[in-house]
């Protein structure tokens, strides 16, 4: 059974940076396509970032800014989030089995939580 429970959300100024971490069950880092995805009011499911293996791949507009990263012994990932800007403002989630329909809309079969990240002065 696939479990996955967010943390580390909150109130950060722009500019400022917030990590937020992952604890999972039931995936092999190792195989599985581990994602952050998020969801701001009123949208739907956004691509964050993937990490499979020893690879990663980030959203343009996250790009230089967020840093993925898993601990394989504690089976946990996280997402380091710097230079953050009001747009960034979102329900955050680690993800997993995340795929696209036809109308271009992102659906994931796992997902935890939540944690809320909100960047405002």
């Known amino acids: 059974e696939v479990r996955l429970v967010e943390s580390g959300g909150g109130l950060v100024q722009p500019g400022g940076s917030l990590t937020l971490s992952c604890a999972t069950s039931?995936?092999?880092?190792?195989?599985?396509?581990m994602n952050w995805v998020r969801q701001a009011p009123g949208k739907g499911l956004e691509w964050v970032s993937s990490?499979?293996?020893?690879?990663?791949s980030y959203a343009q507009s996250v790009e230089g800014r967020f840093t993925t990263s898993r601990d394989v012994v504690k089976n946990t990932m996280s997402l380091q989030m710097h230079s953050l800007k009001p747009e960034d403002t979102a329900v955050y989630y680690c993800?997993?089995?995340?795929?696209?329909?036809?109308?271009?809309?992102?659906?994931?079969?796992?997902r935890g939580q939540g944690t809320q990240v909100t960047v405002s002065s």
């Open positions: 993800a997993k089995e995340c795929t696209y329909n036809s109308r271009y809309s992102l659906s994931c079969t796992y």
């Open positions: 039931g995936v092999t880092f190792s195989s599985d396509v």
């Open positions: 990490i499979v293996g020893g690879g990663t």
